[in-house]
């Protein structure tokens, strides 16, 4: 599913501005998005999924605005934090909860559960499974990134899926995310401060700096470089013309003056 951002502008009194002017995620892509704490990943995320209403512009998925119409919901999936979770049900209740707002049987639920156990510890699925408030980060943080797998949706939007997982299910999970674009073509969104996972399984990584995409490019084998330096402030000076690059091709937007 395709997903366009026009004159997008969010504004949150004085102290922060979100602004992307043209941001184009083509169907079957795995873009990243990355950023310092505060840089407006999340917010932009929430504006795709009309969790929030922009200022200015707007957000359209498969071609249809997010805000005036409800058709992608039911193509879209996505999990932002703990919020999304429903923390009085087990793992399982919770997925059979998720499975039934996109028309699956429980018999559909538990065959694509199949899939994850060995993603999932003892006390997540079966019988001496906790209630998803009792579960460690790290496991609540599993359930809620495997709930939005489950539908098998046109678009995967996930903020930070792997903050607080361990190295396994880290690896484990960048398995299952490019299994997911590979099998079923899968549009990702996916927004990190981890440098080395995004860019191993997006193929194109925007910076987010201050509200304003500072840079947007295809991932090669050296973006992981590239992005420790930015980050380091060594290359700052060096991303308005790769900003411009960005734009002209259609993949990004600089930002305003």
């Known amino acids: 599913m395709r997903l366009e951002a026009q004159g997008l502008v969010k504004q949150f009194?004085?102290?922060?501005?979100?602004?992307?002017?043209?941001?184009?995620?083509?169907?079957?892509?795995?873009?990243?998005?990355?950023g310092n704490n505060g840089a407006g990943k999340t917010t932009f995320l929430r504006l795709a999924l009309d969790l929030l209403r922009p200022d200015e512009g707007h957000v359209a998925l498969g071609g249809a605005r997010v805000a005036?119409?409800?058709g992608w919901k039911k193509r879209t999936s996505a999990h932002l934090g703990a919020s999304f979770l429903i923390d009085f049900l087990t793992p399982d209740e919770f997925f059979g909860f998720v499975g039934s707002t996109y028309n699956l049987s429980p018999g559909e639920v538990e065959q694509r559960l199949d899939s994850y156990r060995s993603?999932?510890?003892?006390?997540?699925?079966?019988?001496?499974?906790?209630y998803i408030r009792d579960l460690s980060t790290g496991n609540a943080k599993k359930?809620?990134?495997?709930?939005?797998?489950?539908?098998r949706p046109e678009l995967l939007v996930l903020d930070e899926p792997f903050a607080n997982l361990d190295p396994r299910s880290q690896i484990q999970l960048k398995d299952l995310l490019r299994r997911r674009r590979t099998e079923h073509g899968t549009t990702m969104v996916i927004s990190s401060h981890?440098?080395?996972?995004?860019?191993?399984?997006?193929?194109?990584?925007?910076v987010l700096d201050e509200g304003c995409i500072a840079r947007d490019e295809p991932t090669t084998p050296e973006t992981l470089d590239t992005l420790e330096a930015y980050f380091a402030g060594e290359d700052r000076a060096a991303a308005p013309s790769s900003v411009e690059t960005a734009t002209s091709s259609g993949n990004g937007s600089a930002r305003p003056a």
């Open 13 to 34: 009194g004085d102290a922060f501005t979100l602004s992307i002017p043209e941001l184009v995620v083509e169907d079957g892509a795995a873009f990243g998005l990355v």
């Open 143 to 151: 359930v809620g990134v495997v709930a939005a797998l489950l539908p």
């Open 119 to 130: 993603f999932f510890t003892d006390d997540v699925l079966g019988p001496d499974a906790r």
């Open 68 to 70: 005036d119409s409800s």
């Open 194 to 206: 981890d440098l080395l996972h995004v860019t191993d399984v997006c193929e194109r990584i925007a």
